[in-house]
């Protein structure tokens, strides 16, 4: 009860930087990008070297918390340890009016919720699988720092200059190796939350193509999608359906072999 009031009286007197405000002197608010559990993120311009980039700031409910603050640390020096092209680069940190922020490389692209619900994107199974393969490459860089994502979801995955991108950190921890006590796989802290969310992930862009049918009568994925039985043995190891999945070596192995299947059976030349 009183974590709900909190949040009730936190959502009523927060107010997110305005268009054009300038944060320490350095950082001109172009809009508000989105707000997530932890953080609002802005468009700002850089006035001292004239870039674009994303700000983010920890929100006031979570503020109030000693482990919202903690949380919002450990998202900036995960992203600050990160030297991969696949990932938003960091910039640097600091305050503004006791909001604890971080400024981060803005992304030109779209993540997949928009290609698919707003841009009506209809993606192939080869298509889809290679978009896995390409993204878990990313997971896979993740897991060999020691670190779980998560959140592996279709608002968190961009496509951009034909590349696909992974951003936040927001939920992302350091790998626990004791006993997960989480029933919610997504919130566990090992690598089978992250192919849970990649399994999902798969499905969301699986069903691009689906069409729903004049019976409407409800049906699992497996009998709704028509795809491969590689495929649909892949996404069932991950999401733990079957036997799961132990690293990313294992699941490159399959998404490979699936791969390799569908460009035979399409004619596809390299």
């Excluded at 700000?55 to 006031?60: E, F, H, I």
């Excluded at 903690?70 to 020096?77: D, L, M, V």
């Excluded at 696909?164 to 997504?186: H, P, S």
Aim: aromatic share 12%.
């Amino acid at each position: 009860m009183i974590k709900k009031l909190l949040l009730f009286f936190c959502h009523f007197l927060e107010r997110p930087f305005k268009k054009g405000e300038i944060i320490n002197d350095r950082y001109q608010v172009v809009n508000l990008l989105g707000a997530g559990g932890y953080g609002y993120s802005y468009l700002v311009t850089d006035t001292v070297n004239c870039q674009t980039k994303v700000l983010k700031a920890l929100r006031l409910h979570k503020r109030t918390t000693k482990a919202g603050r903690k949380g919002f640390e450990t998202e900036q020096n995960l992203l600050k340890s990160i030297g991969h092209p696949g990932f938003p680069k960091y910039f640097e940190g600091g305050t503004y009016k006791n909001t604890p922020y971080y400024t981060m490389e803005f992304i030109n692209g779209k993540n997949f919720e928009q290609l698919i619900f707003f841009d009506g994107w209809k993606v192939s199974e080869l298509d889809v699988l290679l978009i896995a393969e390409d993204l878990l490459e990313k997971i896979e860089y993740l897991h060999q720092q020691n670190i779980i994502h998560r959140d592996i979801r279709i608002p968190n995955v961009l496509y951009s200059d034909h590349r696909i991108r992974l951003i936040d950190l927001g939920l992302a921890r350091y790998l626990y190796t004791g006993l997960n006590r989480e029933k919610d796989i997504r919130k566990q802290v090992n690598v089978q939350a992250d192919f849970y969310g990649l399994g999902h992930f798969l499905l969301f862009l699986l069903y691009s193509n689906f069409e729903v049918p004049d019976d409407k009568k409800e049906k699992s994925w497996e009998e709704e999608l028509d795809i491969c039985s590689e495929t649909k043995q892949l996404i069932r190891r991950l999401l733990q359906i079957d036997h799961a999945y132990q690293n990313c070596a294992q699941i490159k192995t399959d998404l490979q072999k699936v791969i390799h299947l569908l460009r035979r059976k399409n004619n596809v030349v390299l």
